[in-house]
């Protein structure tokens, strides 16, 4: 099993609707999580943290499911200038007590006009 | 705000010649990373890096890697041999406390 599996895509969408993605990570371990948004051949930026109580910015929300290992990214009225990839990333502290991301594949999002 | 510098932005290499990628780190982090992304698949850990000193390595990093901190700004990774498959996007990363990872822009490696 994949150690975070997202679909890939691609999410081709008119501009205003809403979108949703899904995510899950296999190791019960996983310390945080976080939803990353790359544009093509750029690096990944910050999009938001994920917290068990969901948490919302603006036109995105996320929420987490701890039992089910389940991460979700909603984005509503989308924009033209959503369209992106988007990353499920895991933060693991590993047995040597350091942390790394892990990432997912990641979900292509295009919003047509 | 803050950034993580990366240079050279694009680096075309030989097949088995040495390449080292450079990175200037956001000054007051502690932690730092590489990782690569070859073209279409997902972003992979390479390794960390911690009071100078590698902290964790993948099996990617293998003998053929090896990272410094040569002066206390800079952080540099190196490839003494490349291969064709080490053609890839190389991004670095610094962390303040836990959970506050900023990638530089990166370095596009294509080995030929």
């Known amino acids: 099993r994949k150690e975070v599996e997202q679909d890939p895509g691609p999410f081709n969408v008119p501009e205003g609707a809403t979108v949703a993605f899904n995510c899950t990570y296999s190791n019960s371990a996983s310390q945080s999580f976080f939803w990353y948004r790359q544009d093509c051949r750029k690096e990944p930026k910050l999009l938001m943290s994920v917290y068990s109580s969901g948490n919302e910015d603006g036109r995105f929300t996320a929420q987490l499911n701890r039992a089910s290992q389940y991460i979700s990214l909603l984005i509503r009225d989308s924009k033209l200038s959503d369209s992106a990839t988007y990353l499920c990333?895991?933060?693991?502290?590993?047995?040597?007590?350091?942390?790394?991301?892990?990432f997912g594949t990641g979900t292509r999002l295009t919003i047509i006009p | 705000e803050p950034e993580v510098t990366q240079t050279p932005s694009h680096q075309v290499t030989q097949m088995g010649q040495e390449v080292i990628l450079r990175c200037v780190p956001i000054s007051n982090h502690l932690y730092f990373y590489w990782y690569r992304q070859i073209l279409g698949q997902k972003v992979e850990f390479l390794v960390s890096f911690y009071n100078n000193e590698i902290s964790e390595k993948s099996e990617i990093f293998d003998d053929q890697f090896s990272v410094e901190r040569p002066d206390g700004s800079n952080f540099t990774l190196k490839i003494r041999s490349t291969k064709l498959e080490d053609s890839a996007m190389y991004f670095c990363?610094?962390?303040?406390?836990?959970?506050?990872?900023?990638f530089g822009s990166g370095t596009r490696l294509t080995v030929v």
């Open positions: 990333v895991v933060n693991l502290i590993s047995n040597f007590g350091n942390e790394k991301l892990t």
């Open positions: 990363a610094s962390v303040w406390a836990e959970n506050g990872y900023t």
